[in-house]
């Protein structure tokens, strides 16, 4: 069965500090993967998508086939990165998506 | 901001009743997918319409139906409320059936069944 899971709901890190948002998910098939973030009091929105390679506000992100991990990564968290964030998964048909339960990452001053 | 509109933003209905809630993509955006997202919980996949058919469904019992127009809106009905179905419904557009256009997500309705 397709599933996402994100193993921590809350995770606080000081600022200026690492951060890694933990994503492990299990597909039958080739999934692709995305990271999404919502701030407070806004809108759910794309953060990166593991088919584009990019790095977004300093976040990157690996996909390792072997562990069936997509880690979220940040070297220095900043204030302004504490959110919710989602990781997400889809078949390479984009017909059906699933979401993990989400982690609350607070970054403190 | 501009993008994806929801309405109602809220909405309270009672058990064993039916509700529409609707969406309006911006243009160009044919492609529409539905959420429930229960509190605590991550959003979870309801179906998704391409060129006003659907072409991805997940694990919600067919009184959850759909219906996508051709001028970028479109519906989520559900029938015969359950106390359970209370929960934020988001729906999100892209510009194509391919995701990796990227995608916008509506605030969402928040639906309470008493």
């Known amino acids: 069965a397709q599933r996402v899971t994100q193993p921590e709901k809350l995770l606080s890190v000081f600022k200026g500090a690492p951060v890694e948002l933990k994503c492990n998910y299990s597909?039958?098939?080739?999934?692709?993967l995305f990271w999404y973030v919502q701030y407070s009091r806004q809108r759910l929105q794309l953060l990166l998508r593991h088919i584009s390679r990019e790095s977004i506000k300093g976040f990157t992100a690996d996909l390792n086939k072997g562990e069936t991990s997509f880690h979220l990564k940040k070297p220095f968290a900043q204030e302004e990165d504490s959110a919710m964030y989602y990781c997400a998964l889809s078949g390479n048909n984009f017909n059906k998506f699933y979401f993990g339960s989400g982690t609350k990452l607070n970054v403190k001053p | 901001e501009t993008g994806v509109t929801q309405s109602p933003t809220h909405l309270i209905k009672t058990r064993g009743q039916q509700v529409t809630l609707r969406c309006s993509s911006q243009?160009?955006?044919?492609?529409v997918s539905w959420y429930q997202q229960a509190l605590g919980q991550g959003p979870q996949f309801i179906f998704q319409?391409?060129?006003?058919?659907?072409?991805g469904r997940g694990n919600f019992p067919p009184r959850f139906s759909g219906l996508q127009f051709p001028n970028y809106s479109s519906e989520l009905n559900v029938n015969a409320l359950e106390l359970d179905d209370s929960a934020l419904y988001l729906c999100a557009s892209s510009q194509g059936a391919d995701w990796r256009y990227g995608y916008t997500f509506g605030s969402g309705t928040r639906l309470t069944v008493v």
């Open positions: 319409y391409y060129r006003e058919e659907e072409n």
């Open positions: 597909y039958s098939g080739s999934p692709e």
């Open positions: 243009s160009g955006h044919n492609t």
